[in-house]
């Protein structure tokens, strides 16, 4: 890894420093949270930045490190560097707090007038400031998203240092997501939801469905599938961190239809979790861009598993603590895309080699679609072929079959393979950038269908 | 690693199925969360000791081992086995805390009724349960103590990994404890201490003293002092954890003190903040005694810096956030005794070896003080002799010198050192249940100075 360079250095100094000073500034005129949490990103942003060029050595000293395959002579680059990224997030996660709260407790401490003798005479001693006034139901939020993506790091930790299974690995996030689910459990309780018009006669329900626990399990499967589902769709430079700073940047378009005053007045109910969901994006936005100028090809580090859990945790817990759970799963199409057309494999229907990202192709430079093979001693069952063949007449895969129609290949069963089926041969940086066009165009595709023709199977918009 | 034995695994399967029922039943039976505490504890136990066994091999097979020098003919053993408590610990506090609110889930359920159209026309869908009834204080306690022993897991587990130098790693507990002491600033608050009456003359001040800032530089330096002094107090099997346990049994018996109806009734306005101690401890104490049982004389594993950070950090948690820090400083004086006797040597005043752990006679099977030497080329500087030669008239040290009177060797300055000094070649184990009584005995001492005597320096007792 490279010193930071001198127009690095400055950049970062003056950008550190204006951010700083805005700090400051908001603090001492009780201004809104939002540019706090604006100048605090860009700190995150700085910190992150530096702190991947510093740390890569050491980094690589103690074994994280790998090859980068698409590359015709990679040496070794550090991995696992989204740790610095969950690490700078957590600690600007804490120093956003009195930020936050600030309003709060200065209101709370001219209620309790700090009057000694009055906290002495109600026992008040114990618990300072009068609490009934206190937004602890959002101090308690922001809490426990702390503690859930804290595991969530551990665990990252433990699997790019442990090697883990993929059937162990899989359920990793359920655990790091407990915490939250626990508050969810103590604290809110609500396990309703609206059910779509058309369906209430069919069901012979009302407006709302008591799911009750069946809702904690959706909880945990959606705390499941985010981290597991950015994890696999991956493979090449920038995709990891490039779908994830996409998805942050949808899920704060939509929480700017929320927040933006003109779009809805009266404030809407929902503006707390709206803002709760954009003062932990914005601090992500920070460190991930960071990583992405890092990881963007040609990469100069790799992310890790660590990264990957932890973005989908990120997003896992905004959506479930903010309450907008369904409309997230909008913006995650291409990744359940890419799941289903992997399920073939992960679950070993298709046999999976251990690496399934594109080919690179040393003569031209471009990436192709890799390909799974199917040995003589271990072919394909008939059926599973038979689908195989079906897909690649309606272009969803490419097989090669042998004299006798059995097929013995078929391209990789995930979405950048699938991408390089239907475009043909690119370089690294492009297939990237045309995937994260796709996911954005998705998304905006289903945040436009979210808020527009949700009124066609709700009685009300933005419910949840 | 040895598999578990028939014996182990009815006893242990006996144990959990009894926390098990006790566990059930508290739930059905609206029993007191103390129970579910001591039989989610149990298993934690159970957990922890099967765990142990089971991941050793794969710690060993990642680099996670070490040699034990006090031994004949130490092979290599399992390091950093603390993590497993660390984590076990974190997913049963999680556990835990639908039985601490289970009444409080009752009582808001009920009180809101669970009527939907109330729920509705109040705009309280968003919300679920009302809140106001809602202990919210103490679960926001929770979130934040879970983050901050998520994060010195975290970085004990980077501590582990990167081995980092020892002025990097004294300040790392201080970012850890970040979301307890912003926890502390936005919802308690409450930075006065009370002032001994002996001193408020001539500090010309009233009952309470405003420490303001200082006040989180103080709790700061309990984060940081508690996690490193465990860790420094560190070096022959079984005391790192033994330490731990005692310190944790020691603080329960504190805060039975406060929770036994018999020693205070009506019940002590601080009887919250030490049902939190004990709910966090039990779990502790839990995981601890299945580690010791594995560390404990002759050590099968190494606990790691990850326990030693982690137990610390516990013990700073339960002091912060129950308002007893002071208290919990009475508790740490062989630590604090043996980190000022160390610091001769952290400091560099005195030459520090690379390992200070008590020698090992291998001809006796005994351990010996061990020692630092001072070669000819780099002399002690001779104020520091003089005074090495003061302590060894007191018997506080053990010094060589040389013919013209030179300091030219002296015992390590660590109060296990000091110990074998004081009482000559000691067993391993023999040197360590010593220093646990002494623990013991001055942490006794400690809470006994507390309760009898602080009255004659404070107004009223109990008051932090």
Not at 12 to 27: M, Q, Y
Not at 89 to 112: E, N
Not at 428 to 446: P, Y
């Amino acid at each position: 890894m490279r010193p930071l360079t001198p127009t690095e250095t400055s950049t970062l100094g003056i950008l550190t420093a204006a951010c700083l000073a805005v700090l400051v500034n908001t603090w001492r005129s009780d201004g809104e949270p939002l540019f706090a949490s604006l100048a605090i990103s860009g700190i995150a942003f700085a910190f992150t930045y530096a702190t991947i060029l510093w740390s890569g050595e050491v980094f690589m000293r103690k074994g994280f490190k790998g090859r980068d395959l698409s590359k015709k002579n990679g040496g070794e680059i550090p991995e696992t560097m989204g740790l610095v990224c969950a690490l700078v997030y957590l600690l600007v996660l804490v120093s956003f707090l009195p930020f936050a709260f600030k309003s709060h407790i200065v209101a709370s401490t001219l209620d309790a007038g700090y009057d000694k003798d009055r906290i002495l005479e109600g026992g008040g001693m114990e618990t300072g400031r009068f609490l009934h006034r206190f937004p602890l139901e959002k101090l308690a939020s922001y809490g426990f998203a702390y503690a859930t993506l804290a595991s969530t790091t551990i665990l990252g930790i433990l699997d790019d240092a442990f090697d883990m299974r993929w059937r162990h690995k899989f359920f990793i996030p359920a655990f790091a997501a407990l915490p939250m689910l626990a508050l969810y459990f103590v604290d809110f309780g609500v396990t309703h939801v609206s059910v779509p018009v058309p369906l209430r006669q069919y069901l012979g329900v009302g407006e709302l469905i008591d799911l009750g626990g069946f809702y904690y399990v959706y909880m945990g499967a959606i705390s499941i599938f985010c981290p597991n589902c950015i994890n696999i769709m991956a493979g090449i430079n920038g995709i990891e961190v490039g779908q994830s700073i996409v998805i942050a940047c949808l899920i704060l378009l939509n929480d700017a239809l929320y927040l933006f005053p003109a779009a809805h007045r009266p404030p809407h109910p929902a503006e707390e979790s709206h803002l709760f969901s954009v003062y932990l994006l914005l601090p992500f936005l920070g460190v991930s861009v960071a990583l992405a100028l890092h990881n963007w090809f040609p990469a100069k580090v790799f992310v890790g598993d660590t990264y990957c859990y932890f973005a989908g945790m990120v997003f896992a817990v905004v959506g479930i603590l903010g309450h907008f759970s369904k409309t997230l799963l909008l913006l995650f199409i291409p990744q359940i895309f890419n799941f289903l057309y992997s399920a073939p494999q992960l679950f070993k229907l298709v046999p999976c080699p251990r690496h399934r990202l594109p080919r690179f192709n040393a003569r031209t430079g471009l990436l192709e679609p890799s390909v799974a093979t199917f040995e003589e001693a271990q072919p394909l069952r008939p059926l599973v072929g038979e689908g195989l063949k079906l897909l690649d007449t309606v272009h969803i895969v490419r097989v090669k079959t042998d004299e006798r129609g059995r097929v013995t290949e078929t391209s990789n069963l995930t979405i950048l393979n699938l991408w390089l089926v239907w475009r043909g041969p690119l370089r690294e940086d492009r297939l990237a950038v045309e995937i994260l066009l796709l996911q954005t165009g998705v998304g905006l595709l289903g945040l436009w269908a979210r808020h527009s023709l949700a009124l066609l199977l709700f009685t009300a918009d933005n419910r949840f």
